[in-house]
């Protein structure tokens, strides 16, 4: 598999006067193979790209079907647009990308375009409910933030958060905002997004992805964005969402997500000790989490012997590993 970096560089993505902002187009070429135009493969594509169009104005923003009988002429596609775009913008957006998608890449039989308001990809191969890391799109602003070292651990921890929001987002539709301030720095605004189709686990993953090459494409930068195929990440010292009259509260991660961070070896369920006047006392503790049986479940493939360290003083000892850290716990 080869993976392909791309990098713009963008004042603002979302200052033009066009109502939908093109940013890029992908036609792979390795392992796909072009299809004969007026064949079956072709007439499929054209009734996916219909489709799309069809319902494009969808309350999730998100639609997705594959077409054909023969393997040799099914075709897979979806569209995601922006969480927080209205339907008619949805609704342009996919109806200008689904017409420019064909033009960039004529006869290709896997294509990606993408635009600042939403996404249309198809292949004769399924990619439905699964991320990989096909490529990766940075877009960066020029303007550089003064103090970087410390706005960077900012937008390190606003993204972590949003992430777990976004994969556990209760709408359905994998998406999240989240805004954040920093001494001087203006407000922090940052958005995160899946598609519908990844599992929470997925969608987590992928963000978390995404958001390990900020420092690469945007460090100490004002603004800049990560997207892989199947989630993006972005940030902004302005706002470039439509912010909701009435703020999110009590944002809950689900526990899938909790044992991803307890695998990483961080806690999200930490509180502070408090003295008997109320006031927050200077040390903390750090509490482990408990989870629901099946997600213990799927975390030890079924509490299977290979994950099976033994015995200690509380019952069984499994091991779960991820990003090369190991976690023992009992059940």
């Known amino acids: 598999m080869t993976l392909s970096f791309y990098i713009f560089l963008c004042l603002s993505c979302l200052n033009s006067e066009a109502a939908v902002n093109f940013l890029y187009a992908n036609c792979p070429s390795a392992g796909t193979t072009t ?132 994969a556990n987002d209760q709408s359905g539709r994998k998406f999240a905002t989240e805004e954040a301030d920093f001494n001087s720095f203006p407000k922090l605004y940052t958005l995160a997004q899946c598609t519908t189709d990844l599992s929470v686990s997925s969608c987590y993953n992928c963000l978390r992805t995404a958001i390990s090459y900020l420092p690469i494409c945007c460090l100490g930068k004002q603004g800049g964005s990560v997207m892989l195929q199947s989630c993006n990440i972005r940030y902004e010292l302005y706002p470039f969402y439509r912010i909701t009259a009435e703020p999110q509260e009590d944002k809950e991660i689900s526990q899938e997500v909790q044992l991803l961070d307890l695998v990483e070896g961080r806690f999200r369920n930490e509180h502070t000790s408090e003295d008997s006047s109320g006031e927050k006392g200077a040390g903390s503790q750090k509490l482990i989490p408990s989870f629901q049986l099946h997600i213990l479940h799927a975390a030890t493939n079924h509490f299977s012997d290979e994950n099976k360290l033994g015995k200690g003083g509380f019952g069984p000892v499994y091991k779960v590993t991820r990003l090369g850290i190991l976690v023992l716990f009992n059940v």
């Open 35 to 166: 299809y004969t135009r007026n064949s079956t493969y072709q007439r499929n594509l054209n009734f996916i790209l219909s489709s799309l169009q069809s319902n494009s104005t969808v309350e999730s923003g998100f639609y997705n079907l594959e077409v054909g009988q023969d393997p040799s002429d099914i075709v897979y596609g979806l569209f995601l647009c922006r969480g927080d775009v209205t339907q008619d913008i949805c609704q342009e957006c996919v109806n200008t990308a689904a017409g420019e998608i064909v033009l960039l890449c004529p006869d290709q039989k896997t294509a990606l375009i993408v635009y600042d308001e939403c996404t249309i990809r198809y292949s004769d191969r399924s990619f439905f409910s699964q991320w990989k890391m096909e490529f990766v799109l940075y877009t960066s602003n020029t303007s550089n933030v003064s103090t970087p070292d410390g706005f960077m651990a900012l937008l390190e921890n606003t993204t972590k958060g949003i992430a777990g929001q976004a």
